[in-house]
């Protein structure tokens, strides 16, 4: 079981910037894929960008040209780069890794953009 830790989350105004990491146990090399997905409070937990194989990247819509996914191998971990935040992004943000079946999630660190 690969085990990740987030960082990086708190309280900013909206137009602001954050940036989350997250600390993947062994190498980033070996997933399938790494990225980060969120849940806002009522609602379903959703995508926001990810890395697959082959180093491609996606991104939600909602985030596209605010977000940025990063990753450095040497130290097995994965950033995002929120810019020009929206109270909409208020969410409890999860990193995720895919390994051939194997699915896993960190705990989770909150962001909450106000208005």
């Known amino acids: 079981q690969v085990q990740l830790v987030e960082s990086g989350g708190g309280l900013v105004q909206a137009g602001g910037s954050l940036r989350l990491s997250c600390a993947v146990s062994?190498?980033?090399?070996?997933?399938?894929?790494v990225g980060w997905y969120r849940q806002a409070p009522g609602k379903q937990r959703e995508l926001v960008a990810l890395?697959?194989?082959?180093?491609?990247?996606y991104y939600a819509d909602s985030v596209k040209g605010r977000f940025t996914i990063s990753r450095d191998n040497a130290n097995n971990t994965v950033y995002l780069q929120m810019n020009s935040l929206k109270p909409e992004d208020t969410a409890v943000y999860y990193c995720?890794?895919?390994?051939?079946?194997?699915?896993?999630w960190g705990q989770g660190t909150q962001v909450t953009v106000s208005s």
């Open positions: 890395f697959t194989s082959g180093s491609s990247t």
């Open positions: 062994g190498s980033i090399f070996k997933l399938n894929a």
């Open positions: 995720n890794s895919q390994r051939l079946r194997i699915v896993s």
